[in-house]
């Protein structure tokens, strides 16, 4: 006899979802049971569900394909919810399924009761609670399929345990994988290029599924061959960079900069990217990053194919097959001296290996990265694309379980470390290659900037303390050793490269406290 | 001139709101810059919302009061929405301020915005959104207003970024406190006292604000001259026990035992406690646990005043003055030989201070807690109300800033250490006297118990693996360090009754790690 648990993990396993990052507790102990009978099924245990979405996320955008997590009710969820909002943002697919109270126990409100839809219904594309053994099968394609999209999200999946427990009749089912999407249409098409061909100063603004390899070159050859500025959305889910990639500069994070990148556009062309924003309001500063003047052309949104729009697009263009304006490899010299922000980006540059992927949380201490790493071996970059920290280190543990062949590297600045750290527990335990720098500047230095910028000040010593992380000072060392990961601390650029080359050069998890001077130093 | 801030700072110290635990950012930084102005407000700055919440838990559970926490967005209340919960169930009077980004801002969808009410309207009795600077005092009234109650409760102020920096023109208001609660009626109580009188084998079950001495006295006052068993809840927000206090046992938290304690029972009194439901279901178990055949008098619920109540029933039944059946001191004897559960018990109950505030999330290792100090020095004992695991480093922190003349003993699993283990930072940075016992079997031991009582088995490796907690083990000394905190690790009784003793002696805060046997050993 098959329970609904068992039928859940057949389902997901014949569907490609092969992966669960999971904190269960009683509710979903029929699950954890099933594990045994899917061997397929690779269940992956975290010790918060935060690292669990944040994996889920990670694993999600190096893969396209989604991971489920599995959350105990709705602390379990809320725990989780942070990363879920990020991969909400990242339009990451996700499998978000959360084990609640049998069915027969909702009318008690014991304890661990909540309103678990209410909050995933924030995250979700879609929101679904399976009522019986039978169902839960298809159910969970109904899931899968609003995970996959288009456009792709969280989907959740409420399993209430009698669910879980009680004995199907039916089949397993399927859902296909991968989906289709449809690209702009012929009169789109030709609308933009005629577009782009008569403005003055157009802008081609990418992200989401058209800031990696292919739709990169498919978007720079029609910025050439029309004079646009050719940008990538501030914080992609994935991007394509590096020595021979297109040259593309990232839009600013700070409005006024952004402000500047668009100042005079006639026209912006906007491939799988919002309209551009301000990332937070500031007193008497405009939201609305776009000007009124500029015309608008979404050439395709998430739900479309966007890089079949930008080859289109090109086509009609009749744009050179060749990007003439690419990367050219950058000096790999190893930095000396001084651990600074800017000494940091050059040993990056200079030590990462081919194919690796950088989950970036590094906030102020990484501002030097990009133009750094621009020449360095073609990479793939995750962004933070919600703004909640703490997605660093799950997500790099997500890739890496996605990934198993690239190195990881993890850039994760200390405030943001401390939100989701447990995750270095899970990377330990799965031995995966991922090298976590932790850049220590011992401060929460956006906020020192951004206290300044919305016209604050913090004077006293009662707020400047609020921002301040150095009493005591998080040894990151002895964390990382707590948690099943050897680690060292670097103090100048020539340690923190020999240290970044003996990690690239080994197997298995390592992690290095970058220790930065003290708060924008 | 004076802004949103300053006059929501000033209107909390007016209302006797006097603490925030905050993790603040951009959003919140007029909120911060105002500490400087409103020196009376004390900022407790931590690692993660999940501290911030469970702090503020710990803090008005031992003072009867709010603490305010400030989260950043949707994200930022996501992190803290686990212990919310536990606070929500635990009727804890909490502010819940969360800074949004501006009104100006909010028709951008920026990348943190999120729909926060929603999620807010799970745990709270009230959502207040401040949508102007000279109304923000008022609704920080209304909020507080909602947090004491009655009933109390998680009450959450919405606080957007330009109604923070905006101009106020209105002088701040102050919320009255402590609020008044109104007893059960004369005709009420005559009623429950003819009840007790006539039935058979009536039972009286005291929770929230009735398992706190003086209203204890009354109720085993009540018990003993009507013949009834006097019973507390399972997981009582904060009670009084140990030496001279009377005898009174928990409701089990297994339903089997839970039903036997409730078998035969004509007739159940409640005095600020829940009719009894299993915390789980299990399959071919009844999830009420009260026998169809039992009355059941409400005699007060947390709106009205249960304490008052049972002094009002005591009286009208002419009830001694005078307990008979109060815990003897019991021996304080220091244990030897091997680590168990059994002896770290007997080690608590040899050394804990009278007065000792103990904050519980031992979970399966501490089963035999309860037992072993009835007899120790008077002490307050919170436990986990909601089951969201990851409150009691939090709540411990919370509790030593709400009662500094008090000696904190947090006794902690290892498994729920793990999630919110940033506490420990702040507890450092505050100097706090806490003292942590870490009690670690590493395993999710509690989940091996319930995996059988499910009818699941974890007979394979996949299974049984995502509850076990051991590879790599985690070294709680070392993440101690690391935040700050001298630890030590103990492997017998005696050593660890002397590392409690050395703790007590001293201020300040400490660590131990107690390796338990493995499992539910």
């Not at 707020?463 to 990151?476: G, H, V």
């Amino acid at each position: 006899m098959t329970n609904g648990a068992q039928s859940l993990l057949s389902t997901l396993v014949a569907s490609g979802v092969d992966v669960c990052f999971a904190n269960p507790g009683t509710s979903e102990m029929h699950f954890v049971a099933a594990l045994d009978d899917v061997p397929a099924m690779r269940g992956v245990l975290t010790l918060f569900e935060g690292v669990a979405t944040g994996a889920a996320d990670g694993y999600g955008r190096v893969t396209d394909r989604p991971a489920a997590v599995l959350l105990h009710l709705g602390p379990g969820q809320g725990n989780g919810l942070a990363n879920l909002h990020n991969a909400r943002r990242a339009r990451t697919p996700l499998l978000n399924i959360i084990g609640d109270h049998a069915l027969s126990h909702a009318d008690f409100d014991a304890p661990l009761a909540s309103d678990i839809a209410a909050v995933s219904a924030t995250v979700s594309t879609a929101v679904i609670t399976s009522t019986s053994p039978d169902e839960v099968s298809t159910d969970a394609v109904a899931a899968i399929e609003a995970a996959m999209g288009p456009p792709s999200g969280v989907a959740t999946l409420i399993l209430p345990a009698d669910v879980s427990w009680g004995a199907t009749t039916s089949a397993p089912a399927a859902a296909p994988l991968p989906v289709e999407r449809t690209p702009a249409s012929d009169s789109e098409i030709m609308l933009t290029a005629r577009a782009l061909r008569s403005a003055q100063r157009p802008i081609l603004l990418v992200g989401g599924r058209a800031a990696r390899s292919g739709a990169l070159e498919d978007a720079a050859r029609v910025a050439e061959c029309t004079g646009a500025t050719l940008l990538v959305e501030t914080f992609p889910s994935i991007s394509t960079r590096g020595a021979g990639t297109p040259v593309v500069n990232r839009l600013s994070y700070l409005p006024e900069f952004a402000a500047s990148q668009l100042e005079g556009c006639d026209l912006l062309v906007l491939a799988d990217a919002a309209s551009p924003v301000s990332f937070f309001a500031y007193p008497g500063l405009e939201g609305d990053l776009v000007p009124d003047v500029t015309e608008v052309i979404v050439l395709a949104d998430a739900s479309q194919d966007a890089p079949g729009s930008l080859a289109a697009l090109a086509a009609a263009l009749d744009a050179p097959a060749q990007v003439a304006n690419r990367n050219p490899a950058g000096l790999s010299e190893i930095p000396t001296g001084p651990l600074t922000s800017a000494a940091l980006a050059a040993a990056v540059a200079a030590t990462i290996p081919e194919g690796t992927v950088v989950v970036d949380e590094s906030n102020t201490g990484g501002i030097y990265l990009a133009g750094a790493t621009a020449g360095a071996p073609t990479h793939d970059w995750l962004a933070l694309t919600g703004g909640a920290i703490g997605y660093g280190l799950p997500a790099a543990l997500g890739a890496a379980i996605g990934r198993p062949e690239a190195k990881v590297l993890c850039l994760e600045s200390d405030g943001s470390a401390m939100y989701t750290l447990q995750a270095l527990w899970t990377i330990a335990r799965e031995g995966l290659d991922v090298t976590t720098v932790i850049l220590s500047n011992r401060s929460y230095a956006i906020l020192t900037m951004e206290l300044a910028r919305v016209g604050a000040s913090a004077e006293g010593t009662a707020a400047s303390s609020m921002l301040d992380l150095s009493n005591p000072e998080i040894d990151f060392v002895s964390l990382a050793g707590g948690l099943g990961i050897p680690a060292r601390r670097v103090t100048t650029a020539e340690d923190l490269a020999a240290a970044l080359a003996a990690s690239f050069a080994g197997d298995g998890p390592t992690l290095i406290e970058a220790v930065l001077p003290a708060g924008l130093g």
